[in-house]
Every structure is written in structure tokens, then in C-alpha cells.
């Protein structure tokens, strides 16, 4: 069954308050994404060269736990923060990027403008994560510096490429990409799938419903 956008934080939210707290669904989201691009990658992320670009938000904290789980896998991950770490948005992503902070194992860039980012020929990972904007995006444009990093993760070639929740710039409710759209070969949605995202199998590529622990309880009153 597809959900809007708005039941998805009601149900977040509800199961918050039952006391499963937010950062436990950031951890599992983050834990399944780095599972399933592990068996994108053959079954082995060791010694792989993956590039994550997150976001200031939420979506961006699923992707800094992806980076966590596959650093652990041995990988080799490089991650572009989108903004400053002063302007990170929620707590939970706070501090996943803090924990990031006190692991060498993981490279880390904040990226003020697009000039930071590498240019397109020099960028051959062997995985790319689109953690840049998920549900909470807003306004017709996607700005800068997420727009540009949409593009380089568009213009990566032989690489296993995944987007997180929702491919960006996508409107998980309506399925319209008018500012410009990341275009994944996958995308793990978590709980349940947001109904634009079956609209455009153009952009997310095969799609993966995660459940991230989210009690069947904190659906009541917002599902029929
Ligand atoms: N489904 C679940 O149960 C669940 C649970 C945990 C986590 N999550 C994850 O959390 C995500 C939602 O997190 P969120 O509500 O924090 O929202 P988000 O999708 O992370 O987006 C919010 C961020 O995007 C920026 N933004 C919005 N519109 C933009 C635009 N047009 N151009 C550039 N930047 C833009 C915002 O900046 P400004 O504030 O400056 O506008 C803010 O930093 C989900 O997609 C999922 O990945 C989901």
C-alpha cells in the first residue's frame, strides 16, 4: 500500500512518541541501505570506493549511517556533506555526522559551492549514495550546492548507484521532477513506499521497501 508523504511523518512521529525514537529508524534505514548496496556490489563492499552525498537533513543522516556501516564492511568512504555542519537540521543527523567525526576511516568534506565538488571526470567511484533530499524537500528548484551533486551522481558511469528514501529532487507525493532529479539503478524507501515514487521507475530503478522498526502500532488512526 503507497502512502502520502504526510501520513509517512505521522506514523514517524507517532512512533517517536511510543518511544521508538528516531534516531533507532535513522540507524536501521542506514543499516539496510548499506546492506543492500553491498549485495549491489557483489556481496563484498571491501576495499570499494564509495561516495555519499547527504544532506543537511534527515535524509542526509541515513546516509551518514551508510557510510558508518560500510566503512565497517571495509569500504573505502568518502562522504560530501552539502552545507556546513553548523547548519545541520535535525538532531538525529547531528549526530551521526559527529559520530562520523571520530572515525579517520571515514573521508569527510563539507561543501560550501559547487566548485568544492570534483569535477565529473575525475569522479569514478565504485558506488555513489544520493542521500541529498528525501521527503522533506521543498519549492519547484533544487539550490546549490545539492543541484550540482545531483548532477555528478547522474554522471557517474559503471557504478552502482542508489538513492536513499527518494531519488532528489523527485516529489515523493506527486512524482514530478520539474528542478532536476537524481536517477538512481536503485532506491530503498523505507516503510512504506510514498505513492510518487511508483510513478517514476525512470528515476528510482528497482525499489526496495525497507521496515526500519517503525511499530505496526504508530500506524493506527493514520492508515484506514
Ligand atoms: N520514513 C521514515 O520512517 C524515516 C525515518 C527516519 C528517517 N527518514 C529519512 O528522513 C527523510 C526526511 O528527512 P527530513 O524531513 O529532515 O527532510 P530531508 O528530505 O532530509 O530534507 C530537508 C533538507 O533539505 C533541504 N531542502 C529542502 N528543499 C530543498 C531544495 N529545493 N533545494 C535544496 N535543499 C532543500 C532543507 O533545507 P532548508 O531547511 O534550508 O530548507 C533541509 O536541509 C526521509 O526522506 C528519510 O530519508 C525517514
Given amino acids: 500500500m503507497a502512502i502520502t508523504v504526510e501520513q509517512m ?18 540507524e536501521n534505514a542506514g543499516a539496510a541501505a548499506a546492506r543492500l548496496l553491498t549485495d549491489a556490489l557483489g556481496g563484498d563492499a571491501a576495499s570499494k570506493n564509495i561516495t555519499v552525498f547527504a544532506g543537511l537533513g534527515n535524509n542526509g543522516g541515513d546516509g551518514m549511517v ?11 568512504v568518502r562522504v560530501f556533506l552539502l552545507g556546513s ?58 539550490r546549490e550546492p545539492h543541484a550540482s551533486a545531483m548532477r555528478l551522481f547522474n554522471s557517474a558511469r559503471g557504478c552502482a548507484k542508489m538513492s536513499v528514501d527518494v531519488p532528489s529532487g523527485l516529489d515523493p507525493q506527486t512524482g514530478e521532477a520539474a528542478g532536476g532529479c537524481a536517477r538512481a539503478d536503485f532506491t530503498v524507501t523505507f516503510h512504506r513506499v510514498k505513492a510518487g ?21 504508530a500506524e493506527k488512526g493514520v492508515l484506514p
Fill in 85 to 142: 555542519p553548523g547548519g545541520i537540521r535535525t538532531e538525529e543527523c547531528a549526530w551521526n555526522w559527529s559520530l562520523l567525526g571520530r572515525m579517520p576511516s571515514v573521508e569527510k568534506k563539507a561543501i560550501a559551492g559547487p566548485a568544492e565538488l570534483p569535477g565529473a571526470a575525475k569522479f569514478a567511484p565504485d558506488a555513489a549514495i544520493d542521500a541529498i533530499l528525501g521527503t522533506g524537500i521543498e519549492g519547484g528548484a533544487v
Fill in 197 to 217: 515514487l511508483l510513478k517514476r521507475p525512470d528515476l528510482t530503478g528497482r525499489l526496495h521497501a525497507e521496515p526500519i522498526g517503525i511499530p505496526p502500532e
Fill in 66 to 76: 551508510a557510510a558508518r556501516h560500510l566503512a565497517g564492511r571495509g569500504a573505502l
Fill in 9 to 26: 511523518y505521522r506514523i514517524e512521529n507517532n512512533g517517536h512518541e511510543m518511544g521508538f525514537q528516531k534516531k533507532f529508524m535513522m
